[in-house]
C-alpha cells in the first residue's frame, strides 16, 4: 500500500498517473496559497496571506504598502512600524523584498516533489486581482515541467 498526498489510500497498490500526481501538487499549493499563517495548530508556519494590512495606505502605482508616519508621541498605533508594509506584492521571487520570494521559500518548504521553483504575483484590474503563478519541475523521474496559475481578489 502507498500513501500520497493528500492523502489517498487506495488498494491494491498502483502506481499514480502523472495527471494525478500533477492534480496533487495543484491541489496542496492551493492550500497553502489560500490558507493563513498559523490557522493550523500542527505547524503554525505552514500558509501564506496578504495580512496585517491598513490598506488606506497602500499604493497601486508603486505595488507598496507604505509604512505607517507618526501622528504623534502618544498614539502607539501609529508609532507601530510593520516591516512587512514595506513589501512589494507584484514581482517575481528572484527579488527580495517581494511576497513571492516569501511564497518560494514556504513552496520550497512544504512541496519537496517540485525542484528549481518560481514564484511570479501581477496585480490586474487597476489591483484588484492578483495573480499567482508558480512554476518549477516535477522530480516524478521524468523532470516533468509543472505550472500553476491562481488568481485572488484582494479588495
Do not use: C
Request: proline content about 3%; cysteine-free; aromatic content about 12%.
Amino acid at each position: 500500500m502507498y500513501l500520497k498526498r493528500p492523502l489517498v489510500m487506495k488498494y491494491p497498490a498502483t502506481v499514480s498517473e502523472k495527471d494525478g500526481f500533477k492534480q496533487s501538487i495543484d491541489q496542496f499549493l492551493d492550500l497553502i496559497i489560500s490558507s493563513e499563517r498559523s490557522s493550523f495548530k500542527a505547524d503554525e508556519e505552514l500558509g501564506f496571506s496578504l495580512e496585517d494590512f491598513r490598506f488606506e495606505i497602500y499604493s497601486p502605482e508603486l505595488g507598496v504598502f507604505h509604512s505607517v508616519d507618526k501622528l504623534s508621541k502618544k498614539d502607539i498605533i501609529g508609532s507601530i512600524i510593520d516591516p512587512l508594509h514595506d513589501y512589494k506584492i507584484a514581482g517575481s521571487s528572484i527579488n527580495a523584498g517581494t511576497f513571492a520570494s516569501n511564497l518560494k521559500e514556504t513552496i520550497i518548504q512544504y512541496e519537496t516533489r517540485l525542484k528549481d521553483v518560481q514564484v511570479n504575483m501581477d496585480l490586474l484590474n487597476n489591483g484588484t486581482v492578483l495573480l499567482v503563478s508558480v512554476s518549477g519541475i516535477i522530480k516524478d523521474g521524468y523532470d516533468t515541467q509543472y505550472i500553476f496559475y491562481k488568481k485572488i481578489r484582494i479588495w
